[in-house]
């Protein structure tokens, strides 16, 4: 195996300065938006709104609640958990946003170096995937507001870097040591789905994707597969026994995942003559149908189901929509300028997404054109899939890729860095010979 090259003293510095300027970054964003103001409904949906109000009904020692104080399990735990145990120990000061928000992902900019290293063995692009990350805009706008992003993010990126650890150069898991970094990542992604219910899906497609790479050493691969599992499970089950005591339903654990299931696949979102074609709507868009087969229902997990359900039923009666929803949805996987009213935001995150985005796909293509590196990067390449499955089994959005975008950073790295190899030579011999 390869071995990872030590950290020059000059790479130090140049990482110390990266690090510094992404966190002035975020930090000056954080001031420019209100570091005192609370959560906005306008700018940053319900879900802001939501998160708060029940980080502060658990930093009371309650348990979980919605606006109207009824006990929920529609918006997901972790983040509000995590602001919760702030809220605990120093009040409900909004500040204490900021300084998770901006800690979250100063650490994903490290693991993102670190990444980086063990994946290209290469200070260079490691240098490069830690600077995109801090420089991106959307990023430091999540600082600033309350969001999921930020935490998602480094969970993501804190499973990727366990599970490189315990499948070095994409080899299958041998030994207690190999086994004990499955069971931290397992952990890592567990927390991760208690943020973003989502990661479920990284453990069917490490599984598929472990066994298809080691074919012939099945059995390793699944007990390998077996204790990411149950350490994740570990982390997920309190939650999940928690809404089975409390709705008498069984929810993994959140209950809007129907919504957002049935709100990205229905005739509206399926219609190319429509600007939400191949996105999202509220699943108010048939108001006769959601009061009539959901609203009735008066437990949240069976709304949940029931919405679940609809989506279905439009896939399986409407099959030849299901091409024109696909294409739609796959088009959303690369925009790269938000649906905003402000003009000035939507500019500024574009600017960013658009020089990332291309390269971070162009250094997607490379790593699968290339078996080492396939090999050595199979940890990240399961959550490229999980951002293509999240795409066409609901819809994407620039807020779906961003906690996607510390692994997407490293690929950018590849991308760029095989621009500059094949190009910037040919620079300077066309320089030497004009002299």
């Known amino acids: 195996m390869k071995t990872i090259p030590s950290i020059q003293r000059t790479h130090t510095v140049l990482l110390v300065a990266c690090l510094t300027l ?31 109000h029940g980080a502060w009904t ?20 972790g983040y509000p958990l995590a602001l919760a145990s702030l809220y605990a120990l120093f009040g409900r000061n909004y500040l204490l946003n900021g300084i998770l928000q901006i800690a979250s992902s100063l650490a994903t900019c490290v693991l993102v170096y670190f990444v980086a290293m063990r994946c290209t063995l290469s200070e260079r692009n490691a240098l490069l ?11 430091w706008y999540y600082c600033a507001i309350f969001a999921s992003e930020p935490l998602a993010g480094f969970l993501s990126i804190a499973t990727v870097y366990a599970l490189l650890l315990a499948v070095p150069d994409g080899q299958e898991p041998v030994g207690n040591s190999s086994y004990t970094w499955l069971a931290i990542a397992g952990i890592a992604n567990g927390l991760s789905m ?52 409390r709705f ?12 957002t299931f049935w709100g990205a696949n229905n005739p509206v979102v399926a219609d190319r003559a429509n600007h939400e074609w191949g996105s999202w709507i509220s699943t108010n868009f048939a108001g006769d149908v959601k009061k009539r087969e959901v609203l009735v229902l008066e437990n949240e997990i069976d709304r949940d189901k029931m919405e679940y359900r609809l989506g279905l039923r439009f896939l399986t009666e409407h099959p030849e929509q299901i091409g024109n929803l696909l294409l739609g949805k796959c088009l959303g996987l690369f925009r790269v300028f938000p649906t905003s009213n402000n003009q000035r935001f939507a500019w500024i995150i574009g600017a ?21 590196l396939r090999s050595r990067f199979l940890p990240l390449t399961v959550f490229v899939v999980v951002l293509l499955e999240t795409t066409l089994i609901f819809y994407m ?3 779906f890729r961003a906690p996607t975008e510390p692994i997407l950073a490293v690929f950018f790295a590849v991308g760029t860095g095989w621009l500059a190899d094949r190009y910037l030579p040919l ?3 066309m320089g030497r010979l004009r002299q």
């Open 22 to 52: 992404g966190l002035a970054l975020r930090v000056a964003t954080l001031f420019y938006v209100g570091p005192n103001r609370g959560p906005d409904r306008t700018s940053s949906g319900a879900d802001a709104v939501e998160f708060e």
């Open 58 to 77: 658990l930093a009371q020692g309650e348990d979980l609640r919605d606006l109207k104080g009824e006990y929920s399990a529609f918006r997901a735990p």
């Open 129 to 139: 995937a830690c600077a995109a990350f801090c420089l991106l805009p959307i990023q």
């Open 194 to 245: 208690l943020v973003r219910p989502i990661a479920l899906l990284v453990i069917p497609t490490l599984a598929v994707m472990l066994v298809v790479q080691h074919s012939f050493r099945f059995r390793r691969v699944v007990v390998g597969v077996l204790v990411f599992f149950m350490a994740h499970a570990l982390v997920v089950a309190p939650w999940t026994i928690r809404n089975y005591v």
């Open 248 to 259: 008498d339903r069984l929810a993994l654990v959140s209950s809007n995942g129907g919504s």
């Open 352 to 372: 960013g997404e658009l020089l990332f985005f291309p390269l971070a796909v162009l250094g997607v293509v490379l790593v699968l054109a290339d078996a080492n």
């Open 397 to 399: 959005s620039i807020r």
């Open 427 to 429: 620079r300077e011999s």
